[in-house]
């Protein structure tokens, strides 16, 4: 069984440009999640999927950050415009029946 | 509100002896507890859950888990290490019966000497 897919793997830009991320989830999997992982800490959730609904988007800051899985499988995340503070390894899971998550590799970002 | 707490940033252990990565946790309702590896420029790999039932939880790689409900405790446990061990280590809480948001505690990087 395919892993959770993720790329680019490394994304290097400077403050105020944009960028984008994309996630393929495990095949069958209804629940897509997006974390944010800054070195050192551990993993926090911006925004959860069930299917192509928002089910918590509570920790997302809105105003530079967007998400959308339109077809219910893949999923981007977007950032813009990117600040300094952005600088984070980005991390798609997925879930089957919202109980263990499978995490991609991540796409570490770089804002200078 | 849920928390996880690492007391250990950093374990050292060597090759053969038993380790300890110690986790505690706080959540309304009945815990949903995780533990996840990270090996360098890689993402988190899934290693056991207890949902319900033994409090002796078994995964990967020959590693184990107690639940102690008393002391809110989660310690991840092997009775001999190995060197290819040597990674950092996340204890996670999510409330059963909610949506499922798993929150992650700070990480142990556990090292295994030769």
């Known amino acids: 069984e395919a892993g959770v897919a993720q790329s680019p793997r490394y994304k290097i830009i400077e403050k105020r440009q944009s960028v984008a991320f994309w996630c393929n989830p495990i095949?069958?999997?209804?629940?897509l999640y997006w974390y944010q992982q800054i070195l050192g800490q551990g993993p926090k959730l911006l925004i959860q999927?069930?299917?192509?609904?928002?089910?918590?988007d509570s920790q997302l800051p809105k105003d530079r950050f967007s998400a959308e899985r339109l077809k219910g499988v893949d999923s981007t995340l977007k950032i813009q415009p990117a600040k300094l503070e952005d600088s984070a390894v980005y991390l798609c899971?997925?879930?089957?029946?919202?109980?263990?998550?499978?995490f991609g590799p991540g796409t570490r970002l770089t804002v200078l | 509100a849920q928390s996880v707490a690492q007391p250990e940033d950093q374990v050292n252990v060597a090759e053969g002896n038993p380790l300890t990565v110690k986790c505690t946790y706080s959540v309304s309702g009945n815990p949903y507890l995780f533990w996840y590896v990270q090996y360098p420029n890689r993402g988190l790999q899934f290693l056991l859950k207890y949902i319900t039932g033994d409090n002796l939880v078994k995964g990967s790689y020959g590693f184990e888990a107690e639940f102690n409900k008393s002391q809110t405790s989660f310690h991840l446990k092997k009775p001999s290490a190995l060197v290819s061990d040597s990674a950092l280590y996340f204890c996670a809480v999510t409330r059963g019966g909610s949506a499922r948001q798993l929150t992650f505690g700070s990480g142990t990087q556990l090292t295994v000497l030769p």
């Open positions: 899971a997925s879930s089957s029946t919202q109980d263990t998550q499978y």
């Open positions: 999927f069930q299917n192509n609904g928002v089910v918590d």
């Open positions: 095949s069958g999997h209804a629940t």
